[in-house]
């Protein structure tokens, strides 16, 4: 993988990260979320901010489920 490339941060509507080449346009379905850098960088950002890995439709689920 070439180290200049940069990547920019993406989430969908269920709230999923991923990295994505920051030349290439954004598919449908996912939004930036304003980090750009380094494959490193952005994979820290994910890191720190994708605590939970469950999709937000299965959250909300599981929430309504232990009301």
């Known amino acids: 993988m070439d180290e200049n ?3 920019q941060v993406l989430r ?3 709230e999923q990260y ?3 080449p ?3 346009e954004v598919p449908a379905g996912w939004q930036t979320v304003g980090k750009e850098g380094t ?3 952005c994979t820290a950002y994910v890191d ?3 605590t939970d890995m469950r999709p937000r439709s299965l959250r ?3 929430a309504n489920t232990e009301s």
């Open 5 to 7: 490339t940069r990547y």
């Open 12 to 14: 969908n509507d269920e």
């Open 18 to 20: 991923s990295l994505w």
């Open 22 to 24: 920051a030349d290439i």
């Open 39 to 41: 494959e490193a960088e």
């Open 48 to 50: 720190e901010v994708w």
């Open 60 to 62: 909300e689920r599981m």
